[in-house]
């Protein structure tokens, strides 16, 4: 009945479809109270990190090329022996049902329709257990450390017994960086309605009513013996390379670092036997003056040489994004934000609107380039 409501208010007469990234977040801008938005928008600091990923994705082109027969172009790829109908994922991202109710239902819907991976957050707003339900093979865990790996340990076996075959440790989160608009607004989780909350709630509807109907969502993860027992600010400073050495130990199935933009770390984490780095800059959340992620990517690219797995998320926007950081040392690429702002904007058809439109840029980025496959993305796609 909820989800009913909620189709009725969301979309009444407007089935307008989101065409990219940019409409996905000034509809959804629109849409949801300010104290949400900024919270999915907003990065650590001045904010500078986000807006220098999108601008190093914007000072790359990519180099056209003449009659080739593009006529059979496929977007299926391989990352860690799965196969994938496309070259993007969903990323991570914790608190997603604050987008809209039943965000994770809809993105673990669309993840087995479109045949792509989704990374349940330790954080999500749905337990690890019911999204592995939901999106079966297509989810993997990311795992936050605890202060110790005792502490984090019952996540990791939690995982295991849920059936997770890739777990993905996120490493850039030592300690939650201060997000001033969340602190402004009064962003709290367990979430604290005040007057300013209120007023913000009351002039999004569309939002709040569905979103009060169906209860403020919480991170199920943390809900323990009916406890809720989730700390923001939890402290992971403690997590060093031993930490990660035991983690290999005990997690048998492919194991995924988050987080990387030095090419030491990742040669360290290669070494220690992990099966793939995933370069990233948590989208500008963690640290202000750090550099772009994409610019790191073919540093790390050439230090791991060209065979071993590497995803790629921070500023992918668009269908030109995707390729530019397939070309630039990638095999596969996450979306961050604009996920959450197409579910806010429009539910599950808004994020289908934003896969297929993305989907549908990248088939046609590939046949300027003269590209049949995703295989033959390489540097000579980047304009020198
Ligand atoms: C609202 C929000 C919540 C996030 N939560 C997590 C999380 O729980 N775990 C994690 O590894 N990364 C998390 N991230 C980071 C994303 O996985 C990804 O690295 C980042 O969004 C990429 O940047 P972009 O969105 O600008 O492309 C979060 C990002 C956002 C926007």
Redesign the pocket.
């Known amino acids: 009945m909820f989800n009913q409501l909620y189709s009725l208010l969301s979309n009444p007469m407007n089935p307008r479809k989101i065409l990219n990234a940019d409409d996905a977040r000034n509809r959804a801008r629109r849409r949801i109270p300010r104290i949400i938005f900024d919270?999915?928008d907003g990065s650590t600091g001045s904010e500078l990190t986000?807006n220098r990923?999108i601008e190093a994705f914007k000072s790359i082109n990519l180099q056209p090329r003449a009659l080739k027969n593009v006529s059979k172009r496929k977007l299926n790829t391989t990352i860690l022996n799965e196969k994938f109908s496309l070259p993007f994922g969903f990323?991570?991202?914790?608190?997603?049902g604050l987008s809209v109710p039943n965000a994770d239902n809809f993105m673990a819907k669309i993840s087995i329709e479109k045949n792509i991976p989704i990374?349940v957050?330790?954080?999500a707003s749905s337990s690890l257990e019911d999204m592995r339900n939901k999106a079966g093979e297509h989810a993997w865990f990311?795992l936050?450390s605890a202060s110790s790996l005792e502490e984090t340990l019952p996540f990791v076996d939690r995982a295991r017994v849920a059936g997770y075959k890739k777990l993905?440790l996120?490493v850039d989160?030592p300690q939650v960086s201060k997000r001033i608009r969340d602190i402004r607004n009064g962003f709290a989780m367990p979430f604290k309605i005040g007057p300013a909350q209120f007023i913000d709630f009351a002039c999004h509807p569309f939002w709040s009513v569905p979103m009060l109907l169906n209860g403020i969502p919480f991170p199920e993860n943390f809900r323990i013996n009916g406890e809720k027992k989730f700390q923001r600010d939890a402290d992971r400073s403690a997590a060093d390379w031993g930490f990660l050495k035991k983690l290999r130990d005990v997690w048998k199935d492919d194991l995924i670092i988050?987080?990387i933009t030095h090419p030491e770390d990742a040669i360290k984490i290669k070494k220690i036997g992990c099966d793939a780095i995933w370069v990233?800059n948590?989208?500008?959340?963690q640290l202000d003056s750090c550099p772009s992620a994409i610019s790191r990517l073919p540093i790390i690219r050439e230090a791991l040489g060209k065979d071993y797995p590497l995803l790629f998320?921070?500023?992918?926007?668009t269908g030109d994004d995707v390729i530019k950081a397939l070309a630039l040392g990638a095999n596969f690429v996450?979306?961050?934000?604009?996920i959450?702002f197409a579910l806010g904007a429009g539910g599950q058809n808004g994020l289908n609107s934003y896969v297929s439109a993305l989907s549908q840029e990248v088939s046609t980025v590939m046949a300027q380039l003269g590209l049949n496959s995703i295989r033959e993305i390489n540097r000579d796609c980047i304009a020198q």
């Open positions: 919270f999915i986000p990923n990323a991570p991202m914790g608190m997603s990374g957050s330790t954080a990311q936050y993905i996120t989160v988050k987080g990233s948590h989208g500008g959340r998320d921070s500023g992918i926007r996450m979306i961050g934000r604009p959450l």
